[in-house]
Each structure stands twice: as structure tokens, then as C-alpha cells.
């Protein structure tokens, strides 16, 4: 059974910094391009961020640029959000996603296992 695990939310003030982890299990973890997503209240599932397994490509939302970065690390099967200087629109529930699917992967159906997501709010 697959299951990925995120953790490392919390409540943050403004400017301030999180990680996020997300450690998978059930599945080889070579091959999968890795994301992460969030939703906050009243608004639709948005693409954040996501690591190939090919070439450690990677892609950002542009509202995260410069202020977050994805990482992983295989050997432990986890991919790791940091996520620095922090905006109160940041708040949401962040979601771990993984696919097979080839290349960068920016829609939320193209992701099969998904994690049950960690709450990240922050304050003004």
C-alpha cells in the first residue's frame, strides 16, 4: 500500500520560514516525478512545486519563486518544501503528490498517490 506522509506545518508568522517534509513508502520511488500542492479555504487545489526523477528538474509556481524550493532525497524516498519569507496567502493545506508520469507534472490529475496534507498557517 502506498502512502505518503507529509509533516512540518505549523503556524508561522509573516517572513518567517517552514519545511515541509513528505516520506513515501509502497513504492520504489525511482521513476516518480514528486509535488507538492495546496488548497486553501474556498479555493481550488494549486500546483506549488515538483522534482523529476530523471534530471532533478524542477518547477515552481511563479507566486513561490525565489522564496520556496523543492528538494529530495531518494535514498530516504522524501521530498522537502522550504519554504522562506512566508505571506499570509501562503495559507493552506500542503499536499504531497507523486507520479509516473514523465517530465514536470503541473496538474493535480496527472499525480496518483497523494498525502493527507499538513496545515501551514501564517500570520499577518
Keep these: 500500500q502506498v502512502q505518503l506522509i507529509e509533516s512540518g506545518g505549523g503556524l508561522v508568522q509573516a517572513g518567517g520560514s517552514l ?35 530523471s534530471n532533478g ?5 511563479d507566486s513561490v519563486k525565489g522564496r520556496f524550493t ?3 532525497d ?23 503528490a507523486a507520479t509516473r508520469a514523465g517530465g514536470i507534472q503541473t496538474l493535480g490529475t496527472a499525480y496518483i498517490y497523494w498525502g493527507q496534507g499538513t496545515q501551514v498557517t501564517v500570520s499577518s
Excluded: H
Excluded at 74 to 96: F, G, H, I, R
Design 19 to 53: 519545511r515541509l517534509s513528505c516520506s513515501a513508502s509502497g513504492l520504489t520511488f525511482i521513476g516518480y516525478t514528486m509535488g507538492w500542492f495546496r488548497q486553501a479555504p474556498g479555493k481550488e487545489r494549486e500546483f506549488v512545486a515538483a522534482s523529476t526523477w
Design 57 to 61: 528538474a524542477t518547477s515552481y509556481v
Design 70 to 72: 523543492i528538494s529530495r
Design 74 to 96: 531518494n535514498a530516504k524516498k522524501s521530498v522537502y518544501l522550504q519554504m522562506n519569507t512566508l505571506k499570509p496567502e501562503d495559507t493552506a493545506v500542503y499536499y504531497c
